[in-house]
């Protein structure tokens, strides 16, 4: 049975929104995979989103995922007939990962807009520090000389932003719309920053311990009424 927290977001603009990342989702997970080549294809993103993290964007090639999911490039080819279409559904599959991370997220904290907030901002931190960070790096890389690349990746982020200037308006229901879009940028700033400093869990002294603590006072600072 769901609780009181679950029917409250589930009726709102945050869940609508993750439940459309999560549909984006352009294979089925390792679980959900029923069919031979939905296996194939999971095995691929995997692989791919694995070559990239590793070979960086100078090494990430078809010939490269190939060898790490043990198939024929020809194979590879016959699922994602171009790199751009591998990128793009590696892109995807990943916006669907968060947004499931998020949901799981908000769905299982105090109804609280704050805490949900605080909890959200904590979440990405501490998903920083973690091996599989070093994808996005590397993908903004590419986006730098890819158009296209650049604008799918941008839907990440906008997905990201729109949960944040959401729990600002709850937060601060007088906030004005372009207030929050700003705040929220800068939120989205100071965490997406940090990876050049804890990204893969490089530095934990000092003030590298805990660096969400410092952005959630500013974010109270910035939210707090006169």
Same mark, same amino acid.
């Given at each position: 049975?769901?609780?009181?927290? *679950?029917? #409250?977001? !589930? /009726?709102?603009?945050?869940?609508? $929104?993750?439940?459309?990342?999560?549909? =984006?989702?352009?294979?089925?997970?390792?679980? *959900?995979? #029923?069919? !031979? /080549?939905?296996?194939?294809?999971? $095995?691929?993103?995997?692989?791919?989103? =694995?070559?990239?993290?590793?070979?960086?964007?100078?090494?990430?090639?078809?010939?490269?995922?190939?060898?790490?999911?043990?198939?024929?490039?020809?194979?590879?080819?016959?699922?994602?007939?171009?790199?751009?279409?591998?990128?793009?559904?590696?892109?995807?599959?990943?916006?669907?990962?968060?947004?499931?991370?998020?949901?799981?997220?908000?769905?299982?904290?105090?109804?609280?807009?704050?805490?949900?907030?605080?909890?959200?901002?904590?979440?990405?931190?501490?998903?920083?520090?973690?091996?599989?960070?070093?994808?996005?790096?590397?993908?903004?890389?590419?986006?730098?000389?890819?158009?296209?690349?650049?604008?799918?990746?941008?839907?990440?982020?906008?997905?990201?932003?729109?949960?944040?200037?959401?729990?600002?308006?709850?937060?601060?229901?007088?906030?004005?719309?372009?207030?929050?879009?700003?705040?929220?940028?800068?939120?989205?700033?100071?965490?997406?920053?940090?990876?050049?400093?804890?990204?893969?869990?490089?530095?934990?002294?000092?003030?590298?311990?805990?660096?969400?603590?410092?952005?959630?006072?500013?974010?109270?600072?910035?939210?707090?009424?006169?």
């Amino acid at each position: 049975m769901e609780n009181s927290v *679950e029917k #409250t977001l !589930k /009726s709102s603009p945050i869940e609508t $929104l993750l439940q459309e990342l999560v549909a =984006r989702r352009p294979v089925p997970t390792t679980a *959900e995979a #029923t069919r !031979k /080549s939905e296996r194939t294809q999971r $095995l691929i993103l995997d692989c791919a989103i =694995r070559a990239l993290t590793s070979e960086g964007a100078h090494g990430f090639s078809l010939r490269a995922v190939a060898e790490k999911a043990e198939l024929s490039q020809g194979n590879l080819t016959y699922h994602f007939p171009s790199k751009r279409k591998l990128l793009e559904a590696m892109i995807d599959d990943r916006i669907a990962d968060y947004g499931e991370m998020f949901r799981d997220k908000v769905l299982t904290v105090d109804q609280n807009p704050r805490v949900r907030l605080d909890s959200l901002v904590r979440l990405l931190v501490a998903d920083l520090r973690t091996p599989n960070i070093g994808f996005f790096p590397h993908l903004w890389a590419l986006g730098l000389t890819d158009l296209e690349i650049w604008k799918r990746v941008q839907k990440i982020y906008d997905a990201e932003r729109a949960i944040f200037v959401t729990l600002l308006g709850d937060i601060d229901p007088v906030m004005p719309p372009e207030r929050a879009q700003a705040l929220a940028l800068h939120i989205q700033s100071a965490i997406e920053g940090l990876t050049l400093f804890i990204g893969l869990d490089r530095l934990r002294h000092g003030p590298f311990a805990d660096p969400a603590d410092e952005i959630i006072r500013a974010i109270d600072a910035a939210t707090r009424r006169p």
